[in-house]
């Protein structure tokens, strides 16, 4: 069965200091990870994917198969950083089946001036 | 383009008693997936709905059930209702054919069961 755990439920840091939220997986098969973020009375959003490669608001995420990590992070946190992240594994039973997000159970970013 | 939206905000009921929670899909998406996400706890899968039918369960009991109309909008039926199905309930939706499996996600029902 597919698991996802983030380890720190809270983590705090400073503006301009480095921010990693740790992610690990378990999955037999190929993974398709995700970030979600929630912003504090939001609705919770789709920050990165790794199949993607892209940067968003500062954000990265390197998938490590070898580790089953996908850490994200972001040199220079902003105060506006500050809510909640969420590391999410989508699996597939393939084909036209169902397609699922098993999440982790977050970690509350909170980012001081 | 209009987003996920779900109703009722929020809900309270008494433990035995039956609920349902209703999701309007994003323009032109036709999948639906509910979450319940318990408090201080990730989302967990409840089911997805494809096409009108349910296609594929996470590890919820079978007075968990669910409807998918043509207009793609869902909803969310709970019988008999536990103290433990306090929680936020998500409807995400997506399209199927799509690459890309990024899920869409509304702002949720606080279902409260006393």
């Known amino acids: 069965a597919q698991r996802v755990t983030q380890p720190e439920k809270l983590l705090s840091v400073f503006k301009g200091a480095p921010v990693e939220l740790k992610c690990n997986y378990s999955?037999?098969?190929?993974?398709?990870l995700f970030w979600y973020v929630q912003y504090s009375r939001q609705r919770l959003q789709l920050l990165l994917r790794h199949i993607s490669r892209e940067s968003i608001k500062g954000f990265t995420a390197d998938l490590n198969k070898g580790e089953t990590s996908f850490h994200l992070k972001k040199p220079f946190a902003q105060e506006e950083d500050s809510a909640m992240y969420y590391c999410a594994l989508f699996t597939n039973a393939g084909g036209t089946s169902y397609g699922k997000l098993t999440f982790g159970q977050g970690t509350i970013l909170t980012v001081h001036p | 383009e209009t987003g996920v939206t779900q109703s009722p905000t929020h809900l309270i009921k008494t433990r035995g008693q039956q609920v349902t929670l209703r999701c309007s899909s994003q323009s032109g998406h036709n999948t639906v997936s509910w979450y319940q996400q318990a408090l201080g706890q990730g989302p967990q899968f409840i089911f997805q709905?494809?096409?009108?039918?349910?296609?594929g369960r996470g590890n919820f009991p079978p007075r968990f059930s669910g409807l998918q109309f043509p207009n793609y909008s869902s909803e969310l039926n709970v019988n008999a209702l536990e103290l433990d199905d306090s929680a936020l309930y998500l409807c995400a939706s997506s399209v199927r054919e799509f690459t890309y499996n990024e899920q869409f996600f509304g702002p949720g029902t606080r279902l409260t069961v006393l």
């Open positions: 709905y494809y096409r009108e039918e349910e296609n």
């Open positions: 999955y037999s098969g190929s993974p398709e």
